[in-house]
Structures are given as C-alpha cells and as structure tokens.
C-alpha cells in the first residue's frame, strides 16, 4: 500500500521541482523530505529520483507516479470536500493568502468574523503577491487566496481554480503637497510624464502594469525608488521624491505632506478570491467567502 504522505512528498517535489524548494512548500526539512523519498523507492522497489548537478530530477518511474500522486491528492482533496459538505461544518485547518493591502483591508474583519461563527475553524494567513498566490491554490499549498487584476491588465488564472468577484478598487495618484498638480480635483497619468516615480518592486505584477500603463500613454516613466509597502511609498512621497499610484483598499493614513488626487481616467484594481475547483464543496471555503464578501462591502 502506497502512503499517502509520501506520494504528497513525491508530487511536491515533481512541482516545485528542488528539494529544497519541496520542503519548503510542506514545511518540512530537507532531511524529512529525503527521507520520505527513500521510503517511497523501496517501497515501489524502482529509482524515482537521480542526482542533476547539485540538485535531483525524477526518473521515468519518478514522473509516472508523479502524475498517479497528483491525480490521487486530487482525489482526496474531493473525498475532504464531501465529508466536510456532508458534516455541514467549517472545521479543520483553512489556509489563506493575500497580498498586503488586501490582508491589511480585508482579513481582519474576515479572520474576525470567521472566529465567531466558525469556532472550529483554525485559519492560517501568510502575504502573497497575486502570481504566487495563484501557483500555491493550484498546487494545494493555499486553500484560498486574494488575487488582483488592473481594469488594462489581466493575470491569468490557471485552469483548475476558480473565482468569484469581492470588490473594485480606486487608485489616486499620490504627490507632494506642494506638487504643482496638488490642486486639481482629476489628473491624468500622462500629467506626470516629467515627474520622478515611486514604485512596487521589479518583477512583480504592479510594477509591470505600472511601467506597461505608462508606456500606453506615450511615457517613458522614471522610476528612481522601488517599495513593497504603500506605507513606504507614501514616505517616500512625503519626502518629496516622487509620485505614485495609491490604491485605496489598506490604505490607511495617508502621512502629512501628501496630496491624493483621483485620476480621471478611472485606474482600478479588481480584487477577487481564487479556490481549487476540486475544493468548491468545502464549507471552510464557502464560509471564507462569505467572510471576505462582507468585509468587501464595508470598504
């Protein structure tokens, strides 16, 4: 009999393609990963891993029970599902993630409801920026996460997850006080051509909207300053340096010496929640739904 925490193991490794990286994604060590592996191979009596460099890939025999590995966790993840529907209760563990200004605008009051209508229901949250999040749901990392698109750029979302609208959200352009802009009611985008840029890190999904949105409108922008954290950019702005897209869900205070404007152009970000398919009858997940729902309509 093949055990079920060894294959969960094997297909980890098969998806996250390193040891090292599979035990982080199982939170495990290392070692324990190794070890369930050598387990794993004399019990199947085959080679299922084979050394690549400094790293390891799957042989043959590796990647053919790596797909059986998948398609059984799939199995199971349906089997939890409908014993979970059938108990009609959210219990257990649901892990969820969301990138900071949506954990910051929406979890506490969701985490807050959640723990007084479902008592037994333990939540684990972690910061995840949308293209990650949206890797973790599809490998069973996250059983649910907050993700983004901008109204001019999609992020696509895999197939094998599903998804359902929370809110949209507006962006300013935030400036200095004293900004010769600060005192219009709207600005454009391409009012800030000559200006200095503060913005989200390279690489990530805003960072390229911002610089693909800019690029659109005939600008070439000149990001001089790179934060994760809007709090950040904000300081930045009130230190004079810059300008920056401000969206409005975490926000918070806004720190002295900032001026917010809106742009006349609606910039929003849709905000929306992405689950496993094979997971949808899971009351833990409808039940975080709700959650996140109602806390989205008190933005």
Same mark, same amino acid.
């Given at each position: 009999m093949l055990n079920l925490e060894r294959l969960r193991t094997l297909d980890a490794l098969a998806r996250h393609g390193s040891v090292r990286a599979a035990a982080g994604g199982l939170h495990v060590t290392t070692s324990a990963v190794s070890q369930q592996m050598a387990k794993l191979e004399r019990e199947v009596g085959q080679q299922l891993l084979a050394r690549n460099g400094r790293g390891v890939r799957l042989t043959e025999a590796g990647r053919l029970l790596a797909d059986h590995a998948a398609r059984i966790l799939s199995q199971v993840e349906l089997a939890q599902a409908d014993i979970e529907a059938q108990r009609g209760r959210a219990v257990g563990e649901l892990r969820l993630g969301a990138f900071p200004t949506a954990a910051r605008g929406l979890f506490p009051a969701a985490l807050r409801a959640l723990r007084v209508d479902h008592p037994d229901l333990r939540v684990r949250t972690s910061e995840r920026e949308p293209e990650r999040a949206l890797r973790e749901v599809l490998r069973g990392d996250l059983d649910l996460a907050v993700a983004l698109d901008w109204s001019n750029k999609r992020l696509p979302v895999p197939d094998g997850l599903a998804r359902e609208p929370l809110l949209d959200d507006a962006a300013d352009v935030a400036m200095p006080a004293d900004h010769p802009l600060a005192g219009?009611?709207?600005?454009? /985008?391409?009012?800030?051509?000559?200006d200095d840029w503060v913005s989200w890190p390279e690489g =990530?999904?805003?960072?390229?909207?911002?610089?693909?949105? /800019?690029?659109?409108?005939?600008?070439?922008?000149?990001?001089?300053?790179?934060?994760? =954290?809007?709090?950040?950019q904000l300081a930045l702005i009130a230190a004079g340096l810059g300008v920056c897209v401000a969206p409005r869900l975490g926000r918070g205070p806004v720190p002295g010496g900032v001026t917010l404007v809106p742009v006349r152009q609606k910039v929003r970000r849709h905000i929306y929640a992405v689950w496993r398919a094979d997971a949808d009858r899971r009351p833990s997940i409808r039940a975080a739904l709700a959650a996140l729902r109602s806390a989205a309509e008190r933005v």
């Open positions: 219009r009611a709207q600005v454009d /985008l391409e009012d800030f051509a000559g =990530e999904f805003c960072y390229e909207w911002l610089v693909s949105t /800019l690029r659109a409108k005939g600008i070439e922008p000149r990001i001089v300053h790179l934060a994760g =954290e809007h709090h950040t």
